[in-house]
């Protein structure tokens, strides 16, 4: 199936192939969630960086920076993968496109450190927070915590009056021939 990013961030061609192909599907995923994220970031330009649409809710500029600095803390501190100092997570300059770059720079290495590891490494109870989980319980978790940031954006998109990027399939802006939203009972009985 063709790619609905035409200039994804992380390319198939720099997924590396996992040590163990039991766990090649945790490198794919996290490369094709970082690529979603990348797609909606990209969808955002400067003059959104301060919406906030409700007193209680994240600027964009704040979900930006806590997706970089919470997966920076969930690799480098949960999992234990080599990461960059916490002063050097953040991109030297205040755009979508900065931030666009750097969430591709530091997924890259996580990809290859990540590939190396075996059955064991990911199986291990580490501390997860005030509790012990395996380490594949976290990267999943990890995953789950960076759809939901990507998901508040798509709200504030519709809440800007701008179209909603597609994610998993396309969205009631974005759409395209043979795209199938499954919102009949018949298309969700097909075999």
Request: proline share 11%.
């Amino acid at each position: 199936m063709p790619s609905r990013f035409p200039d994804p961030g992380i390319p198939d061609s720099s997924v590396p192939q996992a040590a163990s192909p039991l766990f090649q599907h945790l490198l794919d995923t996290y490369a094709s969630e970082t690529n979603k994220v990348i797609s909606v970031w990209r969808a955002l330009h400067a003059d959104d960086m301060d919406l906030k649409p409700h007193p209680r809710s994240a600027t964009v500029r704040e979900i930006l920076k806590h997706q970089l600095l919470s997966e920076r803390r969930f690799f480098g501190e949960f999992l234990g993968t080599p990461e960059l100092p916490t002063a050097r997570i953040l991109p030297e300059t205040d755009s979508p496109e900065a931030f666009t770059r750097r969430l591709t720079e530091l997924a890259l290495p996580r990809l290859g450190f990540l590939a190396g590891m075996q059955e064991p490494w990911w199986f291990e109870p580490v501390p997860f927070f005030e509790v012990v989980r395996q380490r594949i319980w976290i990267f999943w978790r990890r995953l789950l915590h960076t759809a939901h940031h990507r998901t508040q954006l798509t709200v504030y998109f519709r809440l800007m009056g701008k179209p909603v990027p597609p994610t998993y399939g396309p969205t009631a802006d974005v759409s395209w021939n043979g795209a199938d939203p499954t919102q009949t009972t018949d298309a969700a009985g097909r075999r």
